[in-house]
């Protein structure tokens, strides 16, 4: 019995084992042993009237076949075109997700693309490079793949094709387990170079695709991940966008790649688709410090940032296109991912570094920074900062040890890489503060970073919110922080804009900071979920 049932359900389709004979069978070989409980029971179920109805219903459908019923063979086929298929698919308002192009040297009709999971694709018996030969009788080869299409478009209910089959093995082997983090908006009705705009995939900056094939060099076919339609479309592929971005400056119209195995570049059929388818309230926090983010009152103040040793693992800030991204969740017995925090001058970021930091000691943490000013009377080396020498503060930016560093009133101060490691390796959360443009060197396996961009609310909103606030990096005679002016309002947005324009496809999560207490609750809420839930992250944090 299990070995019937396993078999069925492998099969997937009703066979036919006359439940009659069978139950015969069985019941012989029971009466031959003895029966105990289980066997009565079974027995008992098997002799009622709706299993044994449920049991003849099966064997009727099993002996019915459901195969569509092809028209006869033509008698004139030549001898030389024994290799001809005859396809009928049956037309719903799905478009077939198929392309067709007119081989350049041949002169024939061939099918050009097949999308993943279209109604072509589904049925299993159309192939890329199949030529086309007849639709619905009519021949084409004397025909235009317009006047094609439109002899499709006619044909309602069973659609039968003639082909002559291709002989290409396709690679299916990595289809559907790749996902790209999609790093630029694409829209394919304002692609003049892809080939077909309808089967085109638009997409977002920050979606998730899942790349469906990558046979062709120029165009991908993808999926939106959990996109509950199977058909896939078309976006360019990572090489193809890249060399059309970078050459974008440069004004030099971009070709589309030249594929190899390909007889004629597509865009010589071009759309020939066969269907178209408040800081000062709180006392000192050990570690906590002002960030060295710039603002016209930094230069005013003499306070310069260096830019650290670029690193080469990681550069989709220059062309951004695609990251190929894993699901990662921490594992308990893992270190925190690093937070990183980014926003504008005044946004906020200290008051929620601060609010975070004084709601868990336990749990959150931030770097102590180096310095090489001499230590104060009421400071700790290794708590206010860790205070070393230049010559020794120069050796360590010479190898590379620093995330941010620059210089101020003559003194250096920097953020360590070792200082975040030693945060983690205490099982905290650390919180970090940075420029942007640090982020990408941050992008490690080691680190993990999830990074939070702080977003200021509206011009309005914020002259609403700020109305007592002070902007700490904006300093009177006597070193007191300022209240804001409307120009540190009107700098803190557009500074935001270029921010988030240059930067949001390395932001895991933007939170607007309009209500302090919203905007901290939003905040908490995401470093709960950061514990809790998995997240996509680059393949390489995952696969090392
Ligand atoms: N949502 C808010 N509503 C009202 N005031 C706020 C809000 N967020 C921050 N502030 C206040 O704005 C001021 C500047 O905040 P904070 O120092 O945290 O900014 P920052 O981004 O760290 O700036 P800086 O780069 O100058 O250090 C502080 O007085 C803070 O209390």
Known sequence: MRNYITMKSRALCPCCMEHQPWQMIWLRSCKANPLNNEIRELLKLLSKPNLKALLSVHDTVAQKNYDPILPPMPDNIDDDEDSVKIIRLVKNREPLGATIKRDEHTGAVIVARIMRGGAADRSGLIHVGDELKEVNGIPVDDKKPEEIIQILSQSQGAITFKIIPSVKEENTSKEGKIFMKALFDYDPTDDKAIPCKEAGLPFMKGDILQIMSQDDATWWQAKLEGDANPRAGLIPSKHFQERRLALRKSDVPVQPLKISN??????????????????????????????????????????????????????????????????????????YRLVVLVGPVGVGLNE????????????????????TRPRRNQESDGVEYTFISKHLFETDVQNNKFIEYGEYKNNYYGTSIDSVRSVLAKNKVCLLDVQPHTVKHLRTLEFKPFVIFIKPPSIERLRETRKNAKIISSKDERGAAKPFQEEDFQEMIKSAQIMESQYNHLFDKVIVNDDLTTAYNELKTTFDKLEREAFWVPVSWVHS
Request: glycine share 6%; proline share 2%; hydrophobic share 20%.
């Open 262 to 335: 390909r007889k004629i570049s597509e865009e010589a059929v071009e759309c020939e688709e066969v269907e178209c388818a408040g800081h000062n309230s709180g006392g000192h926090i050990a570690g906590f410090r002002r960030s060295f983010r710039l603002s016209r009152k930094d230069r005013k103040t003499n306070k310069t940032m260096y830019e650290c040793k670029k690193s080469d693992q990681y550069d989709t800030a220059d062309v951004p296109t695609y990251e190929e991204v894993a699901k990662y969740k921490r594992q308990q017995n893992e270190k």
């Open 352 to 371: 929620l570094k601060r609010k975070l930091l004084i709601s868990d000691t336990q749990h959150y943490g931030v770097t102590v920074p180096h310095t």
